[in-house]
Every structure is written in structure tokens, then in C-alpha cells.
């Protein structure tokens, strides 16, 4: 419906993204509120969610001290955009300058869980060839771990080994990621801690933009980062997090085999995915999310 209302070029769409080209040098990044499971779009959006999530990503681009793609989530240079279409966008879009994207997910993980924690219990592999033993599930980590993956057009992203990924990245741009990606953690999980929030792990994406490695896409949101309530972690047990693990669990309730399409999400499971996305950006930033 949006490339109806929206007068620009549409370049990609992802699980929740669009993506429009502005001009040379920029493009129009819109979160939809749709929401994905095991790599399937589910049939019913979130309300708000991309809103929370555009709102989050600015949050953090203004505060973190890295080069990054986003420039303004104002929509008042963009002349041809149609009354409606500046009505639909308005809250869930970014202007963002275009980047070279370096084909690796940049995830780094300060807590043993999900599919980690699986990797781990059953003998090892990329995620944990670096971890001790003795850990269990959600135990926090001495120190944060690096664990890129391959980024796949289709399908689930691949971890890969440290070897894996300087193969394909080369050492220096390796070490540069690295070192970058748990410096965000790092300042990001400081900040939460301070607001009642544990940043379990996160992932990142970066890119060339003239020249300069950049941080890109979205940063630090419930979607691409698992936080939890600090005052309900408890290592050796589940932890509820503010994210679409809750759509997760109900789903896994039902027996889907996770191919489209999937099961209709009930209105509780709807409400109560919508308010975890709320309440986390309401901690995170000391203030609720405007949706006028």
C-alpha cells in the first residue's frame, strides 16, 4: 500500500523494511509493523512497532560515538510525498545515507542464551568455541563474545567460525568490527542496566559509506536485540524478554511446522507483543512513546 502514496523509487523490501531511494546519496528506510518468526512474516502487524523501533534506532544513533548512516527522521525535505503518504510514514521512517554493506551480522552476546545457549548444551560450535566449561543457560559472560554470521538473502542467517569470518572479511576488518560492535554493546548495556534493563546480546550491521565503515539499518531495537527486565534474570532459567519472543512461545504452543502461512495471532498475543514493544522503549529512554 505504501509504494501507492510514497513518489519515490522502491528499492527493497525486507521481513519489516522498505526501502526508497531519495536521491544519489540517500534512501527513505520505512518500518512497517509487520512481525516475523522462525523467517516466516506473520499475518498480523504489531501496532506501533515501527514506530517503537524507528523511534529506538534514533534514540541510539544520537548517543552513540560512531560513524553511522542515519541522518534525520524529519520528513520535510522530501517535496513529493503526497498528504497521505507523509500521514503513513511520519514516525516510522528514516532518511539514512546509502552504504556498501559488508555481507556479515555483526552479533555480540554478554549472556549465554537461545540459540547459544543450545550450541553450548549440546557440545559447542561457532557461537561458543571460545566459551568455558561448566556455564548454563543465561549465565553472563566474563566478557562479551563476537559472533558474526553470514547475512542470507533468504532464510535463516549462518554463524560462522572467527576463522569463518576473517576468511571472508580479512583480519583487519575483523578486528575493526569486533572491536566496534562490543564497544556499542558495551555503552549500550550500561545505559539499560541503569534503567532496569539487561542487554543480553544485539546484532549489528555495517557499511562502507565513502570510504569510512559505518554503522547501519536499525540499532539496538527489541527486534534485533534480546533485552530483559533485570529484576526477573535469574541464571539456569528462562528470562522473559521484551521482544517477539512472546509471539515465540505462543506459536510454539500450536503445531505449526514454521511455513508459511502461519497461524492467525490472537488478540492477546497481538496487545501483549505491542506492550512489551512500549514498555522496553520506555525504559530505555525515560519517557513513553509519543503516537499522536
Given at each position: 500500500?505504501?509504494?501507492?502514496?510514497?513518489a519515490?523509487?522502491?528499492?527493497?523490501?525486507?521481513k519489516?523494511?522498505?526501502?526508497?531511494?531519495?536521491?544519489?546519496?540517500?534512501?527513505?528506510?520505512?518500518?512497517?509493523?509487520?512481525?516475523?518468526?522462525?523467517?516466516?512474516?506473520?499475518?498480523?502487524?504489531?501496532?506501533?512497532?515501527?514506530?517503537?523501533?524507528?523511534?529506538?534506532s534514533?534514540?541510539?544513533?544520537?548517543?552513540?560515538?560512531?560513524?553511522?548512516?542515519?541522518?534525520?527522521?524529519?520528513?520535510?525535505?522530501?517535496?513529493t510525498?503526497?498528504?497521505?503518504?507523509?500521514?503513513?510514514?511520519?514516525?516510522?521512517?528514516?532518511?539514512?545515507?546509502?552504504?556498501?554493506?559488508?555481507?556479515?551480522?555483526?552479533?555480540?552476546?554478554?549472556?549465554?542464551?537461545?540459540?547459544?545457549?543450545?550450541?553450548?548444551?549440546?557440545?559447542?560450535?561457532?557461537?561458543?568455541?571460545?566459551?568455558?566449561?561448566?556455564?548454563?543457560?543465561?549465565?553472563?559472560?566474563?566478557?562479551?563474545?563476537?559472533?558474526?554470521?553470514?547475512?542470507?538473502?533468504?532464510?535463516?542467517?549462518?554463524?560462522?567460525?572467527?576463522?569463518?569470518?576473517?576468511?571472508?572479511?580479512?583480519?583487519?576488518?575483523y578486528?575493526?568490527?569486533q572491536?566496534?560492535?562490543?564497544?556499542?554493546?558495551?555503552?549500550?548495556?550500561?545505559?539499560a542496566?541503569?534503567?532496569?534493563?539487561?542487554l543480553?546480546?544485539?546484532?549489528?550491521?555495517?557499511?562502507?559509506?565513502?570510504?569510512?565503515?559505518?554503522?547501519?539499518?536499525?540499532?539496538?531495537?527489541?527486534d534485533?536485540?534480546?533485552?530483559?527486565p533485570?529484576?526477573?534474570?535469574?541464571?539456569?532459567?528462562?528470562?522473559?524478554?521484551?521482544?517477539?519472543?512472546?509471539?515465540?512461545?505462543?506459536?510454539?504452543?500450536?503445531?505449526?511446522d514454521?511455513?508459511?502461512?502461519?497461524?492467525?495471532?490472537?488478540?492477546?498475543?497481538i496487545?501483549?507483543?505491542?506492550?512489551?514493544?512500549?514498555?522496553?522503549?520506555?525504559l530505555?529512554?525515560?519517557?513513553p512513546?509519543?503516537?499522536?
Open positions: 500500500m505504501l509504494r501507492r502514496v510514497i519515490l523509487d522502491h528499492v527493497a523490501s525486507g519489516v523494511r522498505d526501502m526508497y531511494e531519495i536521491d544519489t546519496d540517500h534512501l527513505l528506510m520505512v518500518a512497517s509493523d509487520r512481525i516475523s518468526a522462525y523467517d516466516v512474516v506473520l499475518g498480523e502487524p504489531i501496532p506501533d512497532k515501527g514506530r517503537v523501533l524507528t523511534a529506538l534514533e534514540f541510539w544513533f544520537d548517543r552513540l560515538d560512531t560513524p553511522h548512516h542515519f541522518v534525520s527522521s524529519s520528513l520535510d525535505e522530501l517535496s510525498l503526497s498528504d497521505t503518504g507523509r500521514t503513513e510514514l511520519t514516525g516510522r521512517s528514516m532518511v539514512v545515507r546509502k552504504a556498501e554493506v559488508i555481507p556479515v551480522e555483526c552479533v555480540v552476546r554478554g549472556y549465554l542464551y537461545g540459540s547459544s545457549w543450545r550450541e553450548y548444551r549440546d557440545g559447542g560450535g561457532p557461537t561458543t568455541e571460545h566459551l568455558p566449561k561448566g556455564l548454563e543457560m543465561a549465565s553472563v559472560l566474563s566478557e562479551p563474545i563476537f559472533t558474526p554470521a553470514t547475512k542470507a538473502e533468504s532464510g535463516h542467517d549462518e554463524n560462522i567460525t572467527e576463522q569463518g569470518a576473517r576468511t571472508i572479511l580479512g583480519d583487519d576488518l578486528e575493526l568490527l572491536a566496534r560492535s562490543i564497544g556499542i554493546y558495551r555503552t549500550a548495556r550500561t545505559h542496566a541503569a534503567r532496569g534493563v539487561l543480553a546480546d544485539t546484532k549489528f550491521e555495517f557499511g562502507y559509506i565513502d570510504n569510512e565503515v559505518c554503522l547501519i539499518d536499525e540499532v539496538l531495537t527489541p534485533s536485540s534480546r533485552y530483559w533485570s529484576d526477573e534474570y535469574s541464571p539456569g532459567h528462562v528470562v522473559p524478554s521484551f521482544d517477539k519472543q512472546f509471539v515465540r512461545d505462543w506459536l510454539m504452543t500450536t503445531d505449526w514454521q511455513t508459511h502461512p502461519a497461524p492467525t495471532l490472537p488478540d492477546q498475543v496487545s501483549g507483543t505491542r506492550a512489551r514493544y512500549l514498555e522496553v522503549y520506555e530505555i529512554t525515560g519517557h512513546l509519543e503516537l499522536a
